[in-house]
Structure formats: structure tokens, C-alpha cells
T-cell receptor, first 123, second 116 residues
Framework: AQSVTQLDSQVPVFEEAPVELRCNYS??????LFWYVQYPNQGLQLLLK??????LVKGINGFEAEFNKSQTSFHLRKPSVHISDTAEYFC?????????????????????FGQGTILTVHP | DGGITQSPKYLFRKEGQNVTLSCEQN?????MYWYRQDPGQGLRLIYY???????QKGDIAEGYSVSREKKESFPLTVTSAQKNPTAFYLC???????????????FGQGTRLTVV
């Protein structure tokens, strides 16, 4: 089974300051990791993903995240935030592939999400 | 434009009534998902389907039902057996088969269900 823990439920920060949103995961197999952003009353939008390769992943809107296998972490960072970054952020994990008998092939696993971190950027 | 359409955006129902939430995608994705979102609890998986005519229960399936008769559609019925149905419901889809480098899910805009 997989699980995701987002260590902070709320993060207040001033505009132009750096921010880090923390995410730890638990899995007995290798994983793919994601960060999503959600603005009020909207769906989720993918910020970035880690599949393999370089542990530093760059995403949209100036965000980046670093995969740390030994610490089972995938923290999201931005060097200078804007008011428009105010939103809820979700870390998610899935497995690279599981056998799907009905589909007759290997499928990506389902996404498991953390509880979310509300980032509030103050002027 | 390709995407996922959830309808309606807001839905009000009386307690004890069944209600069906619509989810349609034109991304040619095999997998579709329903999540429930409550404040402070993240997204919890209700049901998912990785192929037409097949679906599996997620973590909180009790009181919900789904069907997957077409690749494009994955409607969710909230039944009267669901104890606390008021929530924000999100539908998502993804490419199911591995090797594509695209395991991420794409989300609809959500349906906010209020039961009074």
C-alpha cells in the first residue's frame, strides 16, 4: 500500500519570499510522484512530476521539486512567490505498473493523494 | 479542445434521493476515477476504472455506484445509503497502459453536491 503525508496543512508566506511545501511518501515499490495545484472551486492542475532520472524536477509557474529516495520525500519549492500562487497544493504518488488481468496488460497504478497544503501569499 | 467535463457544477438534492454526477472525457483515456474532496482530508478515491465494463472500489465506495459502458463516460451515482454526501466531487482520467511516460491524471472542474 502507498501513502502520502503532507507535513503542513497551511503555509503563510509574504510575497517574493521563498517557500517549501513538504511531502513524504511511503511505498514498498518504486514510485512516480506528482504535485498538483488547486484554485478555489476548480479541479486539479499538474505542476510537475517525477518518473525517473534527475532528482530535481522543474514544473510550471516557476515551481520545482526534489526527489529524495533515502528520505522518501518530494518537497516542492519556489524561490519567490506571487499573490497568484495562493492555492491548495497536493502531493500524489502512483506505482509504475501493475498487471491488469482485464486489460490484458500492465497499467499505471491509481493515484494516492496527500491531505493538501494551503499556501497563502500575503502582500 | 480535449478535456474532462463534469456536470453540473453545483447540485442540490434532498436527503434520501439518489443523484447522478456526469463525467465525460474526449482525451481517449482508458482509465477514469472519481474522488471525493472534503476540507482537510485531501482527495479520497471512490471508484476507478481502467477499461470499459470494468471498475474497482476505491477507499470510500460505500453508498456510491458507477458504470463504465463507454470509454468516454464514467457517471457516479450517490445513493441514499451514503451517510454524508455533501462534498466536492472530482472526476479524473489518465492513460492506463505503461510505457507512455504519461501516468498523470487530468481532472475535471468538479461538482459541488449539497444535500439538504
Amino acid at each position: 500500500a502507498q501513502s502520502v503525508t503532507q507535513l503542513d496543512s497551511q503555509v503563510p508566506v509574504f510575497e517574493e519570499a521563498p517557500v517549501e511545501l513538504r511531502c513524504n511518501y511511503s511505498s514498498s515499490v518504486s514510485v512516480y510522484l506528482f504535485w498538483y495545484v488547486q484554485y478555489p472551486n476548480q479541479g486539479l492542475q499538474l505542476l510537475l512530476k517525477y518518473l525517473s532520472g534527475s532528482t530535481l524536477v522543474k514544473g510550471i509557474n516557476g515551481f520545482e521539486a526534489e526527489f529524495n529516495k533515502s528520505q522518501t520525500s518530494f518537497h516542492l519549492r519556489k524561490p519567490s512567490v506571487h499573490i497568484s500562487d495562493t492555492a491548495e497544493y497536493f502531493c500524489a504518488v502512483t506505482s509504475p505498473g501493475i498487471w491488469n488481468q482485464n486489460a490484458g496488460g500492465t497499467s499505471y497504478g491509481k493515484l494516492t493523494f496527500g491531505q493538501g497544503t494551503i499556501l497563502t501569499v500575503h502582500p | 479542445d480535449g478535456g474532462i467535463t463534469q456536470s453540473p457544477k453545483y447540485l442540490f438534492r434532498k436527503e434520501g434521493q439518489n443523484v447522478t454526477l456526469s463525467c465525460e472525457q474526449n482525451l481517449n483515456h482508458d482509465a477514469m476515477y472519481w474522488y471525493r474532496q472534503d476540507p482537510g482530508q485531501g482527495l479520497r478515491l471512490i471508484y476507478y476504472s481502467q477499461i470499459v465494463n470494468d471498475f474497482q472500489k476505491g477507499d470510500i465506495a460505500e453508498g456510491y455506484s458507477v458504470s463504465r459502458e463507454k470509454k468516454e463516460s464514467f457517471p457516479l451515482t450517490v445513493t441514499s445509503a451514503q451517510k454524508n454526501p455533501t462534498a466536492f466531487y472530482l472526476c479524473a482520467s489518465s492513460i492506463a497502459r505503461t510505457g507512455t511516460g504519461r501516468p498523470e491524471a487530468f481532472f475535471g472542474q468538479g461538482t459541488r453536491l449539497t444535500v439538504v
